[in-house]
């Protein structure tokens, strides 16, 4: 793992270099930090991604079993307790990484603003910035998910439906709130 995240770094790093009209990072966005609290974060959203797909899968194919129509899906598709098996999976790969970008990302925040203690981006990454809101509601559910899994036995079209409803609030954080709402996440 440590040597996927050193050639992203390095490939990061290079591809500013390969054409010239991209503006290279400011110096306070190139910390090593930095660059880990992305990459877990996006690794962290393509795992909900996954697990949102999974989602809604499992709720097609047992709407299909339940109903007795066994046609175009069940036979083509792995089965329910494999589609389970898949998604919590991959909620679980996504809660670890969401928790490393959250903390990472609280971690640079706090030595960059100790850096330039008069970035005002910095200075409104609070708890009440909206990105950083989402994020921190998106690993409550998924973390609800992956605990409820664990020790309250939930499985099955549960786990299902809060895999969807955990992207949804992704996909709030990604779309609306990046482009309609001013928060400090802008660089």
Do not use: C
């Amino acid at each position: 793992m440590g040597v996927f995240v050193a050639v992203i770094m390095v490939v990061l790093y290079i591809i500013p270099a390969l054409d010239p009209t991209v503006t290279p990072r400011p110096p306070i966005l190139q910390s090593p930090l930095f660059t880990l609290h992305v990459m877990s974060t996006l690794l962290a959203y393509a795992s909900f991604a996954l697990a949102f797909v999974l989602g809604i899968t499992y709720v097609l194919l047992f709407k299909e079993i339940k109903a007795k129509h066994l046609g175009f899906f069940y036979t083509r598709l792995p089965s329910l307790q494999t589609l389970d098996v898949m998604n919590a999976r991959a909620i679980t790969i996504g809660w670890l990484f969401l928790t490393i970008g959250v903390v990472v990302g609280a971690v640079w925040t706090a030595q960059a603003r100790a850096i330039a203690p008069d970035d005002p981006n910095l200075q409104a990454m609070a708890l009440n910035d909206p990105k950083v809101l989402f994020a921190i509601f998106a690993w409550a559910v998924y973390s609800f998910a992956v605990v409820a899994r664990r020790t309250m036995g939930w499985s099955g079209r549960r786990t299902a439906r809060l895999s969807v409803f955990g992207f949804v609030i992704v996909l709030l954080n990604l779309l609306p709130i990046n482009y309609f709402v001013t928060t400090s996440h802008t660089f």
